[in-house]
């Protein structure tokens, strides 16, 4: 460890990150320091290979850390770090994502950037990332795996009587529910739907939700393999790529009786959308409470698909950007619209409402309609498809009801989904009913072609 502060004492001298005091410094203007000591993979010569970190050989690390919120004159001083706004490397920020950077000559980029720090060896091919294991095969798809971070997770002492969790259990649970939400929305969207819920039950305070957090420990756990990956698609071509959206609401299924809403937001070739089915990559996803109380399922469902389709529309021209368009101020629907978007609902109502673009005179839920009709302007601006889905086949069922999980994760088992079945606006519940009957007459069938040959 020695070694280890020397090194990193030789780096700020190098760097000139500080310079000599030539005059008296006041005791009160000093900065406190410390010392943060731990050790790492030895990660060289696997980094140089691309292949995962070597775990037999590990190697002291020491970083100085100066407490800058002590220092008194902090309001005077400019704050505002000047690496981030020159251009000098040929970096382009999005508007769409002030942490994204387009680079166009991104070899020449590589080179300068790289000589203009001090580096560990960089690694490529597969490296551990925030926790999650990334690995990149030979036809560019990416493996996401959680595995590791997930098994750290552990459960709270179970709670047997009713009564008020003590401060530290309730900073104990949203530590745990605040590690799952880590995992949650970085590689697996099938918890989403039940840490929302339980997220919400924090502020009642109760015991009884230790078990349920503790079985969501477990269930992550079991699950610690099953992750969103990136898959090659198949097209040649970024034109032949598209955005599609699918969007679900649960009526008044929270403690307080407001609404659950969800989407799932994703890159799919054009041919497979064409198909009606597809290898799918998710690129965002949500499980939250509805901002406004639900009168009706069709409330619900509209204020859920405002909530995809802006997401959507976001989606569609940040990668418009980074393929190199610049995205204007006044009508930026006109760059979004140059990516294929596709919507996917599994209401029937909204599906017909959306579609005609007329507000029934009949309807019930006034304020709904009209927001719907805003909806509906907004899709054709951006040349938006709505397409209908029965419900075994919506994606965001599972981000709004925890005990439909399993289509999240039938899904991200195999990377691939249905769109539709051939036979337009049938139920889940009639198509299930006609599978059964076809089931039953077959069986028939054969009871009685056996009944007579005999």
């Known amino acids: 460890m020695d070694s280890a502060k020397a090194l990193e004492v030789d780096n700020w001298m190098k760097t000139m990150a500080v310079k000599a005091a030539k005059k008296f410094v006041p005791q009160?203007?000093?900065?406190?320091?410390?010392?943060?000591?731990?050790?790492?993979?030895?990660?060289?010569?696997?980094?140089?290979?691309?292949?995962?970190?070597?775990?037999?050989?590990?190697?002291?690390k020491a970083r100085i850390v100066i407490l800058g919120y002590s220092d008194p004159h902090l309001l005077d001083a400019s704050s505002v770090s000047p690496a981030m706004s020159r251009l000098s490397t040929g970096a382009e920020r999005l508007t769409t994502d002030s942490c994204v950077w387009r680079i166009r000559a991104w070899s020449n980029f590589l080179q300068g950037f790289k000589g203009a720090y001090e580096w560990s060896p960089w690694e490529y091919g597969a490296f551990k990332h925030c926790g999650v294991q990334i690995?990149?095969?030979?036809?560019?798809?990416?493996?996401?795996?959680h595995s590791?971070?997930?098994?750290?997770?552990?459960?709270?002492?179970?709670?047997?009587?009713?009564?008020?969790?003590?401060?530290?259990?309730?900073?104990?649970?949203?530590?745990?529910?605040?590690?799952?939400?880590?995992?949650?929305?970085?590689?697996?969207p099938q918890h989403a739907a039940k840490l929302n819920y339980l997220q919400s039950l924090v502020a009642v305070q109760d015991s009884s939700m230790?078990?349920?957090?503790?079985?969501?420990?477990?269930?992550?756990?079991?699950?610690?393999?099953?992750?969103?990956q990136v898959q090659a698609l198949g097209a040649d071509n970024p034109d032949d790529l598209c955005m599609i959206g699918w969007s679900d609401a649960s009526l008044a299924n929270r403690p307080d009786f407001s609404s659950t809403g969800g989407y799932l937001i994703a890159l799919m070739s054009k041919k497979a959308i064409q198909d009606g089915?597809?290898?799918?990559?998710?690129?965002?996803?949500?499980?939250?409470?509805l901002r406004r109380v639900a009168r009706s399922s069709l409330s619900a469902e509209s204020q859920a698909l405002a909530d995809a389709e802006q997401e959507l529309f976001y989606a569609r021209s940040e990668w418009r950007e980074m393929m190199g368009d610049d995205l204007g101020a006044t009508k930026p629907e006109e760059v979004s619209k140059r990516m294929q978007g596709y919507l996917v609902v599994d209401a029937k109502a909204m599906f017909d409402t959306l579609s005609k673009g007329v507000l029934a005179a009949s309807q019930k839920d006034k304020y709904t309609g009209l927001e719907l009709l805003a909806r509906s302007q907004h899709l054709e601006a951006q040349q938006t498809t709505l397409l209908w889905c029965d419900s075994d086949h919506q994606l965001a069922d599972g981000l709004t009801k925890a005990s439909k999980q399993d289509v999240l994760k039938r899904f991200l088992s195999s990377g691939m989904w249905r769109i539709r079945y051939d036979g337009a606006y049938v139920s889940a519940k009639k198509r299930r009913q006609m599978i059964h009957e076809e089931e039953e007459g077959n069986s028939t069938f054969l009871l009685d072609f056996v009944f007579r040959t005999h």
Request: positive net charge; aromatic residues 6%; glycine residues 4%.
């Open 210 to 228: 230790v078990e349920q957090v503790n079985k969501l420990v477990r269930e992550v756990f079991a699950a610690r393999s099953l992750s969103c």
């Open 148 to 188: 590791s971070f997930c098994s750290e997770l552990k459960q709270m002492t179970p709670i047997k009587e009713t009564r008020k969790l003590h401060p530290e259990e309730l900073s104990q649970v949203r530590a745990i529910l605040g590690s799952i939400q880590w995992r949650v929305y970085q590689s697996a």
């Open 277 to 289: 089915m597809g290898r799918v990559n998710p690129v965002s996803w949500r499980s939250g409470k």
């Open 135 to 145: 690995v990149q095969h030979p036809d560019f798809s990416v493996s996401i795996d």
């Open 28 to 60: 009160k203007e000093l900065l406190r320091m410390r010392w943060v000591l731990t050790f790492k993979s030895s990660s060289e010569a696997d980094a140089v290979q691309g292949t995962p970190p070597s775990q037999d050989c590990v190697k002291a």
